[in-house]
Structures are given as C-alpha cells and as structure tokens.
C-alpha cells in the first residue's frame, strides 16, 4: 500500500493550496482517509477525514480548519484530496495523509487510528 502526496508549497496568508494523495494498492472509497499536520515542536494532529463510502462518507474536520478545508476523494482516479483556503500563519506545518484499513464506529481523529501514512509534505504560510 502506497500513499503519494503531493501539493505543498509556500503561500501569503489568505491564500489557498490542494493537496493530492494517490492511493495505490487499495481501493480508497473502502477506506476512511484522513489529514493529519504536524507543526515543528508539536504532536501530530487531525486535521480532517473522510469516512468509507460503505458508512456514508461523512467528512469532519478540526475546529481550527473548519469552514476554510474541504476534504473529497475521487473514486476514479483513487485519490485523496485536501482543498485549504485562506490558509493561515498557523496553518504552517508537514501536512500528512492516512488510511485506516479498520473501520471504528466512533470519530477517528487519532493518528493511531490509521494504518498506512503518506510522506509529509510541507506548507508554509507566510503573514
């Protein structure tokens, strides 16, 4: 199973950026898919998921991100997507996506909730 992310960068605040995650070796609308960021001197932290398509595909997202990302996947090209607007000084991080080969019935905002990670990448807002 591989995760392939891409889309980071550097940005001015108020901007926007899209990350990409292809998924390779599972079907990834069978999976709960995820967004984690980890900001230097901090533990890695949810960002926003998107539950199996088998349990509805309902999105979450952290309160911090919440109205500015929009987590969506393509079953087609079987990939993960992150659309971040007005991005934020605080929003300056490695960006990360995951897969939970197991499905739990509660909120999974836990990084031990998922299996496979991608390799991160980095976004950096600029005030």
């Known amino acids: 199973v591989q995760l392939q992310a891409s889309g980071g960068g550097s940005v001015q605040a108020g901007g926007s950026l899209r990350f990409r995650c292809a998924v390779s070796?599972?079907?990834?609308?069978?999976?709960?898919m995820g967004w984690f960021r980890e900001a230097p001197g901090r533990e890695r932290e949810y960002v926003s998921n998107?539950?199996?398509?088998?349990?509805?595909?309902?999105?979450s997202y952290a309160d911090s991100v919440k109205g500015r990302f929009s987590i969506s996947r393509d079953s087609a090209e079987n990939t993960l997507y992150l659309q971040m607007n007005n991005l934020k000084f605080e929003d300056t991080a490695v960006y990360y996506c995951?897969?939970?080969?197991?499905?739990?019935?509660?909120?999974?905002?836990?990084?031990?909730?998922?299996?496979?990670w991608g390799q991160g990448t980095q976004v950096t807002v600029s005030s």
């Open positions: 070796g599972r079907t990834l609308s069978r999976y709960t």
């Open positions: 998107i539950r199996r398509a088998g349990s509805g595909g309902a999105t």
């Open positions: 995951a897969l939970a080969e197991r499905h739990l019935a509660r909120h999974m905002t836990l990084a031990s909730d998922y299996t496979y």
